[in-house]
C-alpha cells in the first residue's frame, strides 16, 4: 500500500477557495489511478475526482466547473483547487490512490487511503 498524506484543509467562507496537497511515499510515475473522496458522518464515501497518470480525468457532478483535480508526478504530490465552496461541500476529504479508474465511483476498490482533512464551508 501507498503511504499517503494529506494537508490543506481547513474553514472557508461560500465561494471562497481552498486547495488541498496529497504526498505519496511512492513515486507516482508508478501510480496509475490516484483520487480524491469525500464523507459526511453518516454517508457513504464518495467521489470528488480521479485522476491518471497519463493526464485523464474524472469529476463527480457536484464537482465539475468548481473543483480541479491534478499531478505533479515529479513532486510524488497530487492537488485539489477547490473554487466557488458551498456550503454542502463541508466533509471529510480524502486522498486515494490504486483503484481501476473506470470503478472510481467505488470507494471499496480503493488500495491505499489518506488520513483524511477536514473541509468547512461557512455560509
Known amino acids: 500500500q501507498v503511504h499517503l498524506v494529506e494537508s490543506g484543509g481547513g474553514l472557508a467562507q461560500a465561494g471562497g477557495s481552498l486547495r488541498l496537497s496529497c504526498v505519496a511515499s511512492e513515486s507516482m510515475f508508478e501510480i496509475n489511478s490516484m483520487g480524491w473522496y469525500r464523507q459526511v458522518t453518516g454517508k457513504q464515501r464518495e467521489l470528488v475526482a480521479a485522476a491518471t497518470s497519463g493526464g485523464t480525468t474524472k469529476y463527480a457532478d457536484a464537482a465539475k466547473g468548481r473543483f480541479t483535480i491534478s499531478r505533479d508526478n515529479a513532486k510524488n504530490t497530487m492537488y485539489l483547487q477547490m473554487n466557488s465552496l458551498k456550503p454542502e461541500d463541508t466533509a471529510v476529504y480524502y486522498c486515494?490512490?490504486?483503484?481501476?479508474?473506470?470503478?472510481?465511483?467505488?470507494?471499496?476498490?480503493?488500495?491505499?487511503w489518506g488520513q483524511g482533512t477536514q473541509v468547512t464551508v461557512s455560509s
Open positions: 486515494a490512490a490504486t483503484f481501476p479508474f473506470s470503478r472510481a465511483t467505488m470507494p471499496d476498490e480503493v488500495d491505499s
